[in-house]
């Protein structure tokens, strides 16, 4: 029975972390994952070298869960602890050997990130920016670093509609530009779950702006429909342009949803320019913002401006 089994699961992980001075990292989609891949769990608790805390927190959390679906520890301050939980298949006659054996493949997943850190460390976040160039976004659409030179222009224009001061634009400004240079780090390319998170701890490393570091990280919020909004200022306007140039690139060149497909999501993209333009509290003009989106895409649309953005009101006031 999965009830039954869900249930053993969370008491075998609980339990486990207890007994080993520690509290588990609340995860649910995990705790369901486990249920779902065992028959008969048996927790066990293993360790790992200290050193690998100076690994960001949530690559290593990543690192155990994806990969493993190992559960993390933390103490009771929410400091992460070198200890994880693995659950087992069934009840092994030695444990102490399974454990063991968790403990050698965690330790070589754990390497790998600390290798990746390491390699990414030799150039920094806004030294990226140029290897978006390599990088194809659309072949109708350009690179990703033509997109990111399109809604960094998007996003200064509503600073300046919202009446942002020059120093909160040029964070909005510097936040845009930063957003997508992740994408090529190698830690994002072991881990494509943690863009924006990998970015936000790389911007914090290297000393940039705080509000900078949060927004690289907000910018793909709302994550679905009902998904949390950015807690920033910054990281709303840049989300905000980024599926504005989104949704009018694909409008503009035929790529529109149908009844049986939407393939790039553009009716989630939608519900959250609707709902990221209703969080901030300057009222702004859907209207204009189209325009400035189509504007920067002039030279990639393939049918009339004024056509695309009609079917672009009507597309979101549907969705509205």
């Given at each position: 029975?999965?009830?039954?089994?869900?249930?053993?699961?969370?008491?075998?992980?609980?339990?486990?972390?207890?007994?080993?001075?520690?509290k588990?990292?609340?995860?649910?989609?995990?705790?369901?994952?486990?249920?779902?891949?065992?028959?008969?769990?048996?927790?066990?608790?293993?360790?790992?070298?200290?050193?690998?805390?100076?690994?960001?927190?949530?690559?290593?959390?990543?690192?155990?869960?994806?990969?493993?679906?190992?559960?993390a520890?933390?103490?009771?301050?929410?400091?992460?602890?070198?200890?994880?939980?693995?659950?087992?298949?069934?009840?092994?006659?030695?444990?102490?050997?399974?454990?063991?054996?968790?403990?050698?493949?965690?330790?070589?997943?754990?390497?790998?990130?600390?290798?990746?850190?390491?390699?990414?460390?030799?150039?920094?976040?806004?030294?990226?920016?140029?290897?978006?160039?390599?990088?194809?976004?659309?072949?109708?659409?350009?690179?990703?670093?033509?997109?990111?030179?399109?809604?960094?222009?998007?996003?200064?224009?509503?600073?300046?509609?919202?009446?942002?001061?020059?120093?909160?634009?040029?964070?909005v400004?510097?936040?845009?530009?930063?957003?997508?240079?992740?994408?090529?780090?190698?830690?994002?390319?072991?881990?494509?779950?943690?863009?924006?998170?990998?970015?936000?701890?790389?911007?914090?490393?290297?000393g940039?702006?705080?509000?900078v570091?949060?927004?690289?990280?907000?910018?793909?919020?709302?994550?679905?429909?009902?998904?949390?909004?950015?807690?920033?200022?910054?990281?709303?306007?840049?989300?905000?342009?980024?599926?504005?140039?989104?949704?009018?690139?694909?409008?503009?060149?035929?790529?529109?949803?149908?009844?049986?497909?939407?393939?790039?999501?553009?009716?989630?993209?939608?519900?959250?320019v609707?709902?990221?333009?209703?969080?901030?509290?300057?009222?702004?003009?859907?209207?204009?913002?189209?325009?400035?989106?189509?504007?920067?895409?002039?030279?990639?649309?393939?049918?009339?401006?004024?056509?695309?953005?009609?079917?672009?009101?009507?597309?979101?006031?549907?969705?509205?």
């Amino acid at each position: 029975d999965r009830n039954e089994r869900l249930s053993l699961v969370e008491m075998e992980v609980e339990t486990t972390a207890q007994i080993s001075g520690g509290k588990v990292v609340p995860d649910k989609e995990l705790i369901e994952e486990v249920a779902d891949l065992v028959e008969y769990p048996v927790a066990c608790c293993g360790s790992f070298d200290q050193e690998f805390l100076k690994v960001p927190r949530p690559v290593v959390i990543e690192a155990m869960a994806a990969h493993q679906r190992y559960f993390a520890m933390e103490d009771n301050k929410g400091n992460l602890l070198p200890k994880f939980i693995a659950v087992n298949n069934i009840k092994p006659k030695d444990l102490a050997v399974v454990t063991r054996g968790h403990e050698r493949v965690l330790r070589a997943r754990l390497a790998d990130a600390r290798f990746f850190l390491d390699e990414d460390a030799k150039k920094p976040l806004s030294g990226r920016l140029e290897d978006l160039k390599q990088v194809t976004y659309h072949a109708k659409l350009g690179t990703s670093f033509e997109k990111v030179e399109r809604f960094t222009s998007l996003a200064g224009y509503i600073a300046d509609k919202l009446g942002l001061e020059e120093t909160a634009k040029a964070k909005v400004i510097q936040a845009a530009r930063l957003c997508k240079c992740d994408l090529v780090t190698e830690m994002v390319g072991e881990f494509p779950s943690l863009q924006g998170v990998v970015g936000r701890e790389y911007a914090l490393r290297e000393g940039q702006d705080a509000e900078v570091a949060t927004a690289i990280a907000e910018h793909y919020m709302p994550m679905g429909g009902e998904g949390e909004l950015p807690g920033s200022v910054v990281g709303s306007i840049v989300g905000l342009a980024d599926r504005l140039d989104t949704i009018s690139g694909l409008f503009g060149i035929g790529e529109t949803p149908t009844g049986a497909a939407d393939p790039y999501g553009l009716r989630r993209a939608a519900i959250a320019v609707i709902r990221l333009i209703k969080q901030v509290a300057t009222p702004l003009s859907l209207s204009g913002l189209l325009d400035h989106a189509l504007k920067g895409l002039s030279d990639r649309l393939s049918r009339p401006a004024a056509q695309v953005k009609s079917e672009l009101a009507d597309f979101i006031a549907s969705r509205y």
